[in-house]
């Protein structure tokens, strides 16, 4: 096994744990016959963070293969899927029962699913900053018409939520 797989393994573990933890709440509203108070927000929020999650593990398939098999440089992959674990396992109540509406549950943790996601994002582009620098230098017109806008995108978004989130509480 040569060093790539077998930081992929330990990678690919962490975030697919975060895509069963998703599947996990998922499957206890079925279970429990309450599929129909999922709410769109919480499917959205969910859909979300599993794209976002499979994303980031099919660009670490490419991006990381040079990646060296010591902490100085796993801590930002480690800490993306240790971010996205946690939010995947905050994005649905642990017992549905426990929350007569899932969406005052969602009200409750958007936040904090938001804020990690946020961070897993800003994680991605600081260990993806040799390639993003590559890009900028190789192909500077689709740095600036595809890659820059799209994080700029993302990022502001989140800020937009949090925003909107401060504003809600207040």
């Known amino acids: 096994m040569d060093k ?5 393994g330990f990678y ?7 895509v ?11 279970r429990a016959g309450e599929l129909r108070r999922l709410g769109a927000q919480t499917a959205m929020l969910a859909l979300f963070v599993l794209l976002a999650v499979c994303a980031t593990w099919i660009d670490a398939w490419d991006s990381l293969r040079d990646t060296p098999l010591d902490f100085a440089g ?6 993306i899927a240790i971010l996205y674990y946690l939010a995947a396992t905050v994005t649905f109540p642990k ?3 426990d929350w007569p509406e899932l969406d005052d549950y969602y009200a409750n943790r958007k936040r904090f699913v938001g804020l ?8 991605v582009n600081w260990s993806y900053r040799e390639v993003l620098i590559a890009k900028l230098h190789n192909d500077p017109h689709e ?3 595809s890659t820059a806008p799209y994080n700029v995108a993302i990022k502001a978004a989140g800020a937009l939520v949090e925003e909107r989130n401060n504003v809600a509480v207040r």
């Open 4 to 8: 790539f797989s077998f930081f992929f």
């Open 74 to 79: 796993l801590w930002a992959p480690i800490l």
């Open 95 to 97: 017992d549905p029962a």
């Open 116 to 123: 990690l996601l946020l961070a897993a994002g800003i994680a």
């Open 12 to 18: 690919g573990l962490i975030l697919g744990l975060a």
């Open 143 to 145: 740095f600036w018409t």
């Open 20 to 30: 069963a933890e998703l599947l996990k709440g998922l499957g206890a509203l079925a």
